[in-house]
């Protein structure tokens, strides 16, 4: 789908898609106001040109130009009436906002852009609450603008799932134009399992209730993730700050689509601690041509499993990174020049090119050792950790036989999901058939139970 112009004098021809995005487009405000006002409930509006738009962006959103440069940008353009190609959500049943809707105050921010809370009132004098994702900068520069609309198209790509935010296209609000998206309100999945295990170490929640209530969370993740894999849609930005617990609906949703493409374009880099192996590469060539894949979601999900392992183990979340941290560096990586992030990366890039060397032996190497020794020693780190007060052994050791139960299964998908081969990497899809979450997972409504009071009382 392509940012079109509406105007009948310039049909969209079979240009590239570079070709029409560094073409100039060019509004005609009296038409479109004239649109505006006899549009139908769905119809759709465009970033202006003229306004003085200031905010910031979600924090993890890419806003870099895919398509080249232009003297002029682009606009965020309504399409011609009928057009396949729109990423406008055109004749669709979506709810459009109200000339008294209202931005009420800011939701989240970064680097280009800001997100804003829109409320309005129904007619029947309910309150309703959206999001609104604009660019802080001009709209003019053709970067800001373009990523929104790529967004754009990667949310009608994604389609509708109870596990994935909506977006209801582009609005305007005031002098405030931009994408507009359901409002969550709760907490994102680092918050929220932070203060799950916080309750599980102090007492509060017994170990099946935390494993109940955490599964049952990254199962309704994993299933946002699966319906990405089948729409041919990577997140490239898959990590617990991009996902939310919605209070009111008692479920998960994944969010942040600013730097998702379709499988098989050119992947941004997303955060070291979640990346895939072969994402490194793109810290030495940032122009390098790495084809967006599921298995990265894969990855970074499994991030996310094992660094809650380690907080178990060890207290503190740590991501897997194959013993970068006994990396050390030459007086020239560390000069003054070059940042501790910059360093750290490539401690992770050099570490994650062995992790995926096969070994003599020809054999992968596994993130976790899970021969019966290793799970039975990590079962124990993990009860000494959760249990601190516990001093008799035998009571230690009935707990960590208790805990293996959970925690073998568990070390089990994040070797899978952890693959060092992309091609023996376990799919999202196929994840969800694993083991653990039948063992965890004993009740949903008892696991909605425990997050809602985890939410409440926030670590």
């Not at 009420?104 to 829109?118: E, F, P, Q």
């Not at 929220?192 to 599964?215: C, M, P, R, S, W």
């Not at 967006?292 to 499994?302: E, H, N, V």
């Not at 060092?420 to 997972?441: D, G, H, M, T």
Request: hydrophobic share 35%; proline share 4%; with cysteine.
């Amino acid at each position: 789908m392509k940012p079109l112009n509406p105007s009948a004098s310039t049909p969209v021809t079979g240009n590239s898609e570079k070709e029409v995005n560094q073409a100039r487009i060019i509004i005609d405000q009296a038409d479109w106001q004239r649109k505006k006002t006899t549009k139908t409930s769905s119809a759709s509006k465009h970033i202006s040109t003229t306004g003085n738009d200031s905010g910031y962006e979600s924090r993890s959103t890419s806003l870099s130009s895919r398509s080249g440069s232009s003297d002029t940008g682009i606009l965020l353009t309504p399409c011609s009436e009928g057009s396949e190609d729109s990423v406008f959500w055109e004749n669709s049943d979506h709810l459009i906002l109200s000339e008294k809707a209202s931005i009420t105050k800011t939701l989240g921010h970064g680097a280009t852009a800001i997100v804003d809370l829109v409320e309005q009132t129904d007619v029947h004098g309910n309150s309703e609450k959206f999001a609104l994702k604009r660019p802080l900068t001009n709209p003019r520069q053709e970067a800001v603008v373009e990523s929104l609309n790529r967004e754009a198209e990667i949310m009608k790509k994604v389609g509708d799932h109870p596990n994935i935010v909506n977006c209801y296209g582009f609005e305007e609000v005031g002098n405030h134009s931009g994408l507009l998206f359901e409002f969550i309100d709760g907490q994102n999945l680092q918050t929220l399992t932070i203060t799950l295990v916080h309750q599980l170490k102090t007492g509060i929640i017994a170990h099946d209730e935390f494993f109940n209530a955490y599964a049952h969370l990254q199962e309704q993740q994993l299933s946002a993730l699966a319906h990405l894999e089948k729409q041919g849609i990577v997140h490239s930005d898959v990590k617990p700050f991009n996902c939310m617990f919605d209070k009111n609906t008692q479920s998960v949703k994944q969010l942040d689509f600013g730097q998702a493409a379709v499988a098989g374009e050119s992947l941004h880099f997303g955060s070291e601690d979640f990346a895939a192996p072969d994402t490194f590469k793109l810290l030495k060539d940032l122009n390098a041509h790495i084809p967006a894949k599921t298995a990265d979601d894969a990855f970074a999900y499994g991030q996310s499993l094992y660094r809650v392992l380690k907080e178990l183990e060890t207290g503190t979340a740590a991501s897997f990174c194959h013993d970068a941290e006994l990396c050390t560096f030459s007086t020239s990586l560390c000069s003054f020049s070059t940042s501790e992030r910059q360093v750290r990366a490539l401690a992770l890039s050099r570490a994650m090119q062995r992790y995926e060397t096969v070994k003599p032996d020809n054999t992968y190497h596994k993130a976790i050792p899970n021969d019966e020794k290793s799970l039975e020693q990590l079962s124990l780190r993990v009860a000494s950790v959760i249990h601190p007060n516990i001093q008799d052994f035998n009571t230690l050791t009935q707990t960590a036989e208790a805990l293996k139960s959970y925690l073998e299964p568990m070390v089990c998908l994040i070797n899978d999901l952890l693959h060092p081969n992309q091609s023996l990497r376990v799919l999202p899809s196929k994840a969800l058939n694993y083991q653990w979450f039948e063992k965890c997972i004993y009740s949903p409504e008892e696991a909605k139970k425990t997050q809602v009071f985890a939410v409440k009382n926030r670590a």
